[in-house]
């Protein structure tokens, strides 16, 4: 088995940006078949997408490698979430015109949200480029490689509402074989005004339940013990069977997966404060194999800035949604996304996003200063006044708060057992195992008998901001 990286840039990994994860090439393909190499940046959606243009690839003869000079195709998978996000590909766009201009053959093709937000402007502007692959379009991958051979400019990026790929058995890219994601739906239907998402994924879909369900029996198969349901906003999932008129919510299929096996644990990102309800936190209490970890990103602590955003909630209906995942899961761990200098942003109005975090106590959280999204909402409609220096400077506030708070979430832990699933060995130390727990935090032990894929009971000793370090009291064979 040869190897390939792949770049995970996300902004929920954001922390760990720069990370490279190692990653098994499937089977190889028949001799000579042509070869593929794919970079992901972005959310994990953007991650699993690439493990369906992974599988449309294989099925049509290609086989992928890890070192783009020997490629015949090299794909970006992109992110347009913030500008940042798309100078780095700008940037990577550039390495790979060096290597074109040794080997003109080489096909290069944009995939993903910006490939989708600019279009043919990237075939005009980034000469390097010869195929445009919007994020619903992944189906027509191999045709407009065709077309880029024969030296066309090959760009499909219509938007369906139909597409969820629900047909499509993804190539898992992740080495460890423990862990998947399964795409539940695809696209966002709210118009939160800073976010460019709407525009690069279109309009929400959910997948068929039954498709779902068969991945992940599929996986169980492979032995995977852990599957992370994906979707921008998880609580819309619907999905009504014409034939039978049988209605699926999100807590209905969180139950639904949850029954397949007691020892397969289940995650999912990302819940919007707006749509997530008490079923979906009684279904969670109800499920031992379901994480106590809900990811629900506030965005501003302020409710005249959350209205500027849009979200659709103010401040109170948040903190209720909080005090009822404290009051129905006690120990669920909760992490947020939060935007600092968002137009018109105050003094008092940060202070706010202080405050609320003072009285959530997040255990981690993403945080990014507000960076503007040509043809968005907040574009059309607000002035980004917020200078740079301040935004950084309210961002490292945030930052500074949330260090001291994961802290002292982490020193509460001292002394505690919690039930870890091993993922890999640690970084940092070759003797020691990595997992996580229910609360989705990180815990580091000394290896002795266990592998990857075993569940196991850790007492925590010590901690950081970022991590649990503990030793494992037993293996356990029922979570
Ligand atoms: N669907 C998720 C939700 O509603 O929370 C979030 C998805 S978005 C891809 C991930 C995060 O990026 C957002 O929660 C937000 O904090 C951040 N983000 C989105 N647009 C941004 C912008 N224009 N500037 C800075 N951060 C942004
Ligand atoms: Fe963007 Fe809002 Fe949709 Fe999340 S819910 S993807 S922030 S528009
Ligand atoms: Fe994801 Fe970035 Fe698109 S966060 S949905 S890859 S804009």
Known sequence: MSEVLIKRNTPIEEERQGEVLEIDIQPIQAPGAKSFYIESYGCQ???????IVAAILFDNGYRLTNDFSEADLIFLNTCAVRDKAEQTIRKRLSDFNKIKSIKPDILVGLLGC?????????????????????????????????????????INV??????????????????????AFISIMRGCDNMCSFCVVPFTRGRERSRNPLSILEEAK???????????????????????????GEEVNFAQLLEKVALLNPMLRIRFSTSHPKDITDEVLYTMAKYNNICNYIHLPVQSGSSSV???????YDREWYLDRVEAIKRILPDCGISSDMIAGFCGETDEEHNETLSLMDKVK???????????RPGTLAARKYTDDVPLEVKKARLQEIINLQSQHSLENNQSDIGKEHIVLVEKRSKRNEAEYCGRNDQNKMIVFPMENYKPGDYVKVLVEQ?????????VIEKINQL
């Open 463 to 471: 901690v950081t901001a970022a991590t649990l370090i503990g030793k």
């Open 218 to 244: 599929l996986l169980l198969d492979k032995n995977y013990k852990e599957v992370t349901l994906l979707g921008q906003n998880v609580d819309s999932y619907k999905w009504k069977d014409d034939a039978t």
């Open 362 to 372: 997040f255990d981690m959280s993403y945080m990014f200063y507000y960076s503007e």
């Open 306 to 312: 959350l209205n500027r955003m849009n979200r659709t």
């Open 114 to 154: 910006m490939a989708e937000r600019l279009k043919k402007t990237l075939l005009e502007d980034e000469k390097v480029v010869d195929i445009i692959v919007g994020p619903d379009a992944y189906r027509t991958l191999p045709r407009l490689i065709n077309e880029a051979e024969t030296g066309q400019k090959a």
């Open 158 to 179: 219509i938007l369906s509402r139909e597409e969820t790929y629900a047909d499509i058995q993804p190539v898992r890219l992740d080495k460890n074989g423990i862990s």
């Open 45 to 51: 959606m953007n991650f699993n997408d690439s493990e």
